[in-house]
């Protein structure tokens, strides 16, 4: 079985959800871990696990580009469902240094206000006993600071494990991540495009244990289904990449990668 360990299944993109789980199982996606994004999409979220257990399970966060949209208040609110409710993991939070600040905000406020979400969004892993799902975006050809803010925000937790979600980051970077931070990196369908030669490089190199694979859904469709709506069970086309990748069997991949994200996501019921 392969577990997909980020989508976003609370998607205007998305119709019949029935189809979308039917579809995904169909290719060997038994499992996902739909992460929130913002007070429009936690309760949503929710009541997929409540629907389908065995097949979702829910991170509930504020994303970094909602973080001028969602109050603190909205945060409290967040932080009482993940209480109330078990929850997989914190996510999907970060830092995005990509987009330009929205209407009335400078930049510093702006990259300051992700930074404080963030630092809330460590403490309350830290609370529940759980890991965190992260998302770091930096212009492109502008350096790292995304990366660095969110890394030097992490080192400060040392309970709280995270996982650098969409990886595209250098092997250097993923080393780090792996002996200062116990934290793990997980793969797109973005390695499939042309042109991603840096992030397969890492892929090919990455050891078992630190790695797992997601979809990003709807976003992110991995070729040849780029551009369209995606959905979990594509996932499967992330594992046999990687596989061709690294000279091995798709199966040793997903079996590698389930464990992975079994632990790191705390699953025993699916065993
Ligand atoms: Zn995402």
New binding site residues.
Partial sequence: MIIDT???LVSPKYGDMEEVRRNSIALGVGHCIS?G?GPHDWEGTLELTTRWPDFVSSCLAV?PSDCTEASDEDFARMAELCRKHPQAAI??TGLDYFWDPPEGWSTEAYYARQRHLLELHFALAEELGLNI?L?TRDKVNAGTACFDDAFAIARHFPKVRPVF??FIGTQQQAESIFCELDGLISFTGLLTFKKTENVQAVAAWCPAERFMV?T?AP?LSPDPYRGMVNIPGRTRYVVEKIAQLRACEPEEVAACTTANAKRFFRLPALD
């Fill in positions: 980020h989508c976003h992460q994004t994303h996510g999907e799902s998302h979600h969409c997601e990003d976003f």
